[in-house]
């Protein structure tokens, strides 16, 4: 089994920085994709960021110029960099991971969310 946990959250004023990071434990072989996800009160989920093994990025146009997606490989970590954070930047915000695990069979995990909240 894997597991993710998500820290770094909190609050913050508009304006300001947080930075999330993502630990995923348990039986892995290889981590591919990992991603961030948010969802605000009453939408749905959405994703914000996503990175590959290898260190290629995709952002939601929303957080391009703001946010960054980093990962350490050997640490099983994701990253998540926010700058010059928004109020509607306001949600809960879960990390990701495609895991291979020894017998070559992926699987899709999730941690279980941090909050960011911004004031304005």
């Known amino acids: 089994q894997v597991q993710l946990v998500e820290s770094g959250g909190g609050s913050v004023q508009a304006g300001g920085s947080l930075r999330l990071s993502c630990v995923a434990s348990g039986v892995i072989f290889r981590i591919d994709a990992m991603g961030w996800y948010r969802q605000a009160p009453g939408k749905q989920r959405d994703l914000v960021a996503v990175?590959?093994?290898?260190?290629?990025?995709n952002y939601a146009d929303s957080v391009k110029g703001r946010f960054t997606i980093s990962r350490d490989n050997a640490k099983n970590t994701v990253y998540l960099q926010m700058n010059t954070l928004k109020p509607e930047d306001t949600a809960v915000y879960s990390c990701?991971?495609?895991?291979?695990?020894?017998?070559?069979?992926?699987?899709?995990?999730w941690g279980p969310g941090t909050q960011v909240t911004v004031s304005s």
């Open positions: 990701n991971a495609q895991v291979v695990n020894y017998s070559a069979r992926p699987g899709d995990y």
């Open positions: 990175i590959s093994r290898g260190g290629i990025t």
